[in-house]
Structures are given as structure tokens and as C-alpha cells.
């Protein structure tokens, strides 16, 4: 079903989308979010953590990892401002716009009320309440319409333009990650993500394996509510400090009811046409 070739994007030229995209921001203020899979819920109070960086493990157990140029695109999203509880994870990806987030269209997208979030707001390299490039407020949402209207498990991603800040884009002060599509079932990735009970991130590294024909699974220990939206990492080459985001955390019931299993959708020619609609829709 797959294409056999791999393509690591940005892309050049238009794809032609099929179906629409959800793109407009609530016009009546509220959120509406309501929980879903592997987001948080409100309230929950962050547990005692070591504060030092842990070693990285190989064997899908989770570390918390040190401040690097890589985890700094990766952060926690909150609703409205810092105040209340970060219930989802976002990172940058590169775009001609370059103020582009990924993240799980179930973290973005309230599907009661068939509207995108309109008061989401990312706080990159978040810890502990540090905030060191300050919060980010998301302008747009982007979700395929078949995840609009019926929350197709295989295109929970969503692309979120965020505003620049102090006359900068968000990708010249943190750089972004590119996107990768049709990169097959099994890769070593790093997935980094915020739970909601922590006030600091966490990572695992591991192999992904095939759940089926468009969902992805790997094994990371503690990946619980909060997590949804974390990037899947592959190649990062430390010299251009760039990596491929080749999943996010979400897909098969909203990335898992299990905190040690987690899934993401596949990213095949239609996420690719998602990311193209995304640029598109940002006047790129």
C-alpha cells in the first residue's frame, strides 16, 4: 500500500489534497478540549523528579534527557498561557514558513465540537516553568477533513502555524526537523515528550516495529497523558543538528491506553499532502 521510496521533506511543488483541511480558529473563545488518548488531563499534579539528566537507554526505557539543540524544538502545549497544565507535546518542523509545529491532530482538534483549538499556545524546551525562548501562541490549525469528521486513527497529525515573536521566526531561533514520509515500519527513533504529571521531559530510545498496514508501535516505558504529539526522531546528525520526524505520538487509540506501548499514524503520501496544505494555507 506503502510507496517504496523514501522522501524526506521539505517539499517542493504542490500535491493536489484530497478532501479539504480544517483550518479556521474558533471564533467563540472557548476550547472545548475534551481529553482523548494520550493527552492529559486537567489538574494532575506533577510528581517529584529527579532534576539531573539521566543516561540514555537503548531498550525503550525512558531518561530524562539533558538540554541539547535537538530537544530544544520539542516542548509542552498548554491552552491559553503557562498557568494551567501542559496536556500535549509539539515540536518544529521545517517549512518555507518557518514557523511550523507537528503535533497529533487529537491534541489540536476538538471533535465534538468539529473545531480546531483557538487559544493553544507552545512553551519549547519547557522545564520546571523555564521557559527559554518564552511561549509561542499557534495563528492555525491544519487537520486532514477525514479526521475532522469521523477521527480517522491513521491521520491524527496536525500542522500548527505559530505567530513570530520579537520579529523572529520560531525555526531562525530553534531550527526544525525535517519531515519524513514512506520510511517503512522499523527505524530507531528517539521520542521525546511531555506527561503531564512532570514538570520535565522525558525520552526513550527504541526500534519501531509494524502494528498493521498504517500504524506504527513501539515499546517506551512511562509515555502516559501529555505525551500525545511527540515527535518520532530518526537520523538526527548532530552536525546539522537536524533529525526526521518520521511519526507522532497518537494514531491507534490516540497513541495507546497503555503507558509503556505507544502508537503513531504512518506517514505516507497523504500526511505528505496534509503538510503541503499546511504550507499552503500559511500564504507558502
Known amino acids: 500500500m506503502k510507496a517504496g521510496i523514501a522522501l524526506t521533506l521539505?517539499?517542493?511543488?504542490?500535491?493536489?489534497?484530497?478532501?479539504?483541511?480544517?483550518?479556521?480558529i474558533r471564533p467563540d473563545g472557548s476550547s472545548g478540549r475534551s481529553s482523548y488518548g494520550k493527552s492529559g488531563e486537567p489538574g494532575q499534579v506533577p510528581r517529584d523528579q529527579d532534576s539531573s539528566a539521566t543516561a540514555p537507554a537503548h531498550d525503550g526505557t525512558?531518561?530524562?534527557?539533558?538540554?541539547?539543540e535537538e530537544n530544544a524544538r520539542i516542548g509542552a502545549v498548554f491552552e491559553k498561557d503557562d498557568q494551567g497544565t501542559?496536556?500535549?507535546?509539539?515540536?518544529?518542523?521545517?517549512?518555507?514558513?518557518r514557523n511550523m509545529l507537528i503535533t497529533a491532530a487529537h491534541c489540536a482538534f476538538d471533535a465534538d465540537s468539529g473545531q480546531p483549538l483557538n487559544d493553544l499556545v507552545f512553551a519549547p524546551g519547557y522545564?520546571?516553568?523555564?521557559?527559554?525562548?518564552?511561549?509561542?501562541?499557534?495563528?492555525?490549525?491544519?487537520?486532514?477533513?477525514?479526521?475532522?469528521?469521523?477521527?480517522?486513527?491513521?491521520?491524527?497529525?496536525?500542522?500548527?502555524?505559530?505567530?513570530?515573536?520579537?520579529?523572529?521566526?520560531?525555526?531562525?531561533v530553534l531550527g526544525g526537523n525535517s519531515l519524513g514520509t514512506d520510511r517503512g515500519f522499523t527505524n530507531e527513533v528517539e521520542i521525546t515528550g511531555y506527561p503531564t504529571s512532570r514538570d520535565t521531559p522525558i525520552s526513550c530510545r527504541n526500534r519501531t516495529m509494524k502494528?498493521?498496514?498504517?500504524?506504527?508501535?513501539?515499546?517506551?516505558?512511562?509515555?502516559?497523558?501529555g505525551t500525545s504529539g511527540s515527535p518520532w526522531l530518526a537520523d538526527y546528525d548532530p552536525k546539522s543538528h537536524t533529525g526526521t520526524v518520521i511519526g507522532v505520538l497518537g494514531g491507534h487509540e490516540g497513541g495507546g491506553d497503555e503507558d509503556d506501548v505507544s502508537y503513531a499514524a504512518y506517514f505516507d503520501d497523504g500526511i505528505a499532502k496534509l503538510y503541503q496544505r499546511a504550507q499552503d494555507a500559511d500564504g507558502n
Not at 521539505?10 to 479556521?24: D, L, N, R
Not at 511561549?135 to 513570530?164: H, I, M, Y
Open 127 to 172: 522545564r520546571k516553568g523555564d521557559e527559554p525562548t518564552g511561549l509561542w501562541k499557534v495563528s492555525k490549525v491544519v487537520v486532514d477533513d477525514r479526521w475532522a469528521k469521523s477521527q480517522d486513527e491513521d491521520l491524527d497529525v496536525a500542522f500548527l502555524t505559530v505567530d513570530p515573536k520579537g520579529g523572529k521566526n520560531i525555526q531562525d
Open 10 to 24: 521539505v517539499i517542493v511543488g504542490a500535491a493536489a489534497v484530497v478532501g479539504c483541511a480544517a483550518e479556521e
Open 211 to 225: 502494528f498493521n498496514d498504517t500504524q506504527l508501535r513501539i515499546q517506551c516505558t512511562d509515555f502516559e497523558g
Open 86 to 97: 501542559h496536556f500535549c507535546t509539539a515540536s518544529v518542523v521545517q517549512s518555507p514558513g
Open 62 to 68: 525512558a531518561y530524562t534527557p539533558r538540554r541539547t
